[in-house]
């Protein structure tokens, strides 16, 4: 079966650095999008990044552009995420989804992966 299996999440200072990474297994990992939400109590999941199955393209929430970067490694079925000046507000439970559009469209999400920004 499909799993998606984030790691990562810590507790970590402000201004601080943090990589997230989710290794994907059950499916043919390079023809899916992969993206990067999160979610805080009380509200909606959030997409933070996008990348397309080839890694060519990427796209971010404009809350995280310039200080967080998805890439993937098809070879190793992982997609990561790196965070760079972290605030308190990227505090978070962070999960990775795989996506593919079609008819059946198919769509996996990990369990997720707490990150905690505080001093």
């Known amino acids: 079966q499909v799993q998606l299996v984030e790691s990562g999440g810590v507790l970590v200072q402000p201004g601080g650095s943090l990589r997230l990474s989710c290794a994907a297994s059950?499916?043919?990992?390079?023809?899916?999008?992969m993206r990067w939400y999160r979610q805080t109590p009380g509200k909606e999941r959030e997409l933070v990044a996008m990348i397309t199955s080839a890694g060519s393209s990427t796209t971010y929430a404009d809350s995280v552009k310039g200080r967080f970067t998805i890439s993937r490694d098809n070879a190793k079925s992982t997609v990561y995420l790196q965070m760079n000046s972290l605030k308190p507000e990227d505090t978070a439970v962070y999960y990775c989804?795989?996506?593919?559009?079609?008819?059946?469209?198919?769509?996996?999400w990990g369990q997720g992966t707490q990150v905690t920004v505080s001093s």
């Open positions: 989804n795989a996506y593919r559009p079609g008819i059946p469209g198919r769509s996996y």
């Open positions: 059950g499916l043919t990992f390079s023809t899916y999008i």
